[in-house]
């Protein structure tokens, strides 16, 4: 990993920090040097307390390095050249009205105020791809939208009751694929692999022949109800999309109240699952775990009337690695032979006469076939598209809905948080123009530190009076900063990963969906898959997906059912740019270039939330205004230990999971090109913690141990070339171990 030793780049208000402050958590010594630094004003750059011992040396020694004029990466030079190259590096906040003054390294405070160079604009790695700005994009004819020459549902002669239940839900023609697979289903007993773009209505094209054909039943004189038996099961890969479709089927049942779903997906008590299934069920929606704990536990669990096994977003349940668990469900159907009759000898025969399995992807991999080749038997395949029926073609082929406008930015490592507040700023600023926006980031980590930054800090708890949903979001929803201001509409920012608690996750993703102010969710990829909310009209992809298909599932989420939707991706220079020629195989994109997010973003005044900070001079140019935002972000992590400890998770964990991208894609995302210490900014951090990879050092150590004379003299060497190599080879090896790639 390259190192170029940064410099610092912190303004410390020439005040001291308030008296008597108390620091909590992190180990002693911080907390004590916190408190020194806070009482006396910082003696040596607040690094002191940002990291541990090793971060404190290498401060000192870049200090060291700077102040003799003899840093290790860029040119040599006298201090004051180097200050004076540094205001024409800042582009147009060479003109700022802060100067630029030299770090001192002895730190008296006693000598006025400390300055120190915010180098946000320089030592940047250069963009190698073009930049073209607003290229005019007029977008296609949607790819996923309700067919306009097909009447109504009707005429794929479904039953009229469900038509009408569907004109209800405002949906009268179906979609490409919803005219597929419907009469498919209606009329066959063989299997089906169903594939098609993400927004698609896959849902609808496997639920309403089903029904139909459930409903079918009660017009031989015997009414079906719910001890009839379970006639369906729909696997989803996670608890949300469990839920997602059980409230979908469950809309669509209503009007025939003796018709019953549940939905089984862990995350509450297994008893109260038992006492549903026992009561009786005739569509089962879980998630893999689950169902195969029920197969094998519950005994009211009678799977002789099951005609139909469901197995939703079918790479997803792969990559999750629920192989054994459907390999369980799958084995036991095959066992169990089929029933001809309910218990009180009402005839089945409208059902299929043999069990159909169904798996459904908007993305086809290896793994969904290999799951097809577990599952299916004489299967047909049906996608959206004419000439799309051979499934081997489409392998290798993700495609988004033609109408998502997608556009990319490359950005270097240290200007992106204060990109992507640029970003957030522009498109909030505007009322009623952007009012749900999804971020994906790599990590739940990183997803709590980008929350915590950018949420009002003025926003406390819920009041004790609070009703029981306002408790279970209270730390998973609150106001955003930076970009709610006065002159915008208020935002309202969620956060969402796998690592909260289930209630806190549906009552987070209700209230994003049904928040009525612009409003951003913050998340991982636990929802990228499924997550059905029309309103989202962007998604940002802070951090690449970890597969391309997973990029496809993630700007998904936008530009379903025939809507417009952007969606915009942040790349860094360098091998990074690779992959822009992989986003071209699927739908051609766009590019914006950072600097002109910056300039839109900061065009209008900075507004900081209430902080104990010192407001902020403001500055007049946007690079200005991005050195300002930076330095303020910084500092908010100085005084508060909590949120620093949150960037340095986050920045840990990013780190971990940047090796976990797919081995083919990895080429693009090459952690020995990675620069820690500019990724630590990114982070709000002055440069990267130590302890990435809990085995990187001690497998240094070892090797050391182990080595021979040329280890030894590696020993000696100072920082820099080839001991950074080797670090960043072993850091490589060390990550790759702990998420056992390779
Ligand atoms: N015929 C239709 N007309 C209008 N809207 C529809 C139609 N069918 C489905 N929809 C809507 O489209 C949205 C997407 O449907 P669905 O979630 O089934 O898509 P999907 O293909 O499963 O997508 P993904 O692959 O992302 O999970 C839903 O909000 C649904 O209500």
Known sequence: MADDGMLLNFELSSEPYKAGVKFKGGRWRERKRAERVARNGPSIPATAYSGGDEELRSTKR??????????????????????????????????????????????????????????????????????????EWVAPEATNAPLADVANFGSLTLSSRLVDELTKMKLERPTAIQQKVIPHLLTSSSDAFVQAETGSGKTFSYLLPMIHRILLLSNSGKQIHRDSGVFAIIVSPTRELARQVHTVLEQLIRPFPWLVSTAITGGESKKAEKARIRKGVNFLVATPGRLADHIDNTKALNLGTVRWLIMDEGDRLMDLGFEEDLKKAITRLRDIPIVQRTEDGTPLDKLPERRVTVLCSATMKMNVQKLGEMSLADATFLAAEKGDEDPTIEMAVHKAPAQLHQYYTVVPSKLRLVTLIAYLKSVFSRRGRTMKAVIFMSCADSVDFHYEMLRDPAVTDPPASATKEAELVSKTVSKAAYFTTAASPEVMMHRMHGSLSQPVRTATIRSFSECKTPSLLVTTDVSSRGLD????????????????????????????????????????????????????????????????????GFMAKLEFPVTTQAKPEDDESYHGKAETLQLHLEQRLLIDSKRLELARNGFKSHIRAYATHVKDERVHFDMTQMHLGHVAKSFGLREAP?????????????GRRDSSKADDTTKEQKPGGDVIKRKSAMLMRAVADEFNIG
């Open 62 to 135: 870049r200090r060291v390095d700077e102040d003799s004029g003899h840093h290790q990466s860029h040119t040599p030079g006298t201090q004051s050249k180097r200050f004076e190259s540094l205001a024409h590096d800042g582009g147009p906040s060479s003109h700022s009205s802060r100067p630029h003054k030299p770090a001192r390294a002895d730190g008296d405070a006693s000598r006025g105020p400390r300055q120190v160079i915010s180098r946000l604009f320089s030592f940047n790695p250069t963009q190698a791809t073009a930049a073209e700005d607003e290229v």
């Open 533 to 600: 909310i029309p309103a989202v009209d962007l998604v940002i992809e802070y951090d690449p997906a970890f597969s391309f298909s997973d990029h496809i599932h993630r700007v998904g989420r936008t530009a379903r059912a025939g809507r417009p939707g952007d969606a915009l991706l942040f790349l860094l220079p360098g091998p990074e740019e690779g992959y822009i020629e992989l986003l071209k195989s699927s739908t051609p994109p766009s590019s914006q270039s950072h600097e002109s997010i910056l300039k839109k």
């Open 690 to 702: 130590g302890g990435i990879g809990s085995g990187i050092e001690r497998k240094s150590k070892k």
